[in-house]
Nanobody, 122 residues
Framework: QLQLVESGGGSVQPGGSLRLSCVAS????????IGWFRQAPGKEREGVSS????????NYAESVKGRFTISKDNAKNTVYLQMDSLKPEDTAVYYC???????????????WGQGTQVTVSS
């Protein structure tokens, strides 16, 4: 059964770091693009970063470029999102989703996990 499970969220001060994990079961990450999305209260879900099945292609939203890094370990069927220099505006519930092809767009993702809360506050 296909399942994505996010973890690693928490509360940090501005400038701090967190690493999120998305563990996949029921699918092989070799053949899926995994995307990280976030949704802040009162706002729509937005794309943050994605990584291709091979790991050779990545994509980032302009708001996180230079601060967030996506990576994957196919042996562990896990995708990571390293978040550095966190800002209060990064506060949101972070979700991972999968898509059976790679592109730089944010459409076509599904099979969402339950999400993990990230709060950046002093």
């Amino acid at each position: 059964q296909l399942q994505l499970v996010e973890s690693g969220g928490g509360s940090v001060q501005p400038g701090g770091s967190l690493r999120l994990s998305c563990v996949a079961s029921g699918i092989s990450l070799h053949s899926h693009t995994i995307g990280w999305f976030r949704q802040a209260p009162g706002k729509e879900r937005e794309g943050v970063s994605s990584i291709s099945g091979s790991g050779g292609s990545t994509n980032y939203a302009e708001s996180v470029k230079g601060r967030f890094t996506i990576s994957k370990d196919n042996a562990k069927n896990t995708v990571y999102l390293q978040m550095d220099s966190l800002k209060p505006e990064d506060t949101a519930v972070y979700y991972c989703g999968r898509r059976p092809y790679y592109s730089t767009g944010w459409d076509g993702f599904g099979s969402w996990g339950q999400g993990t809360q990230v709060t950046v506050s002093s």
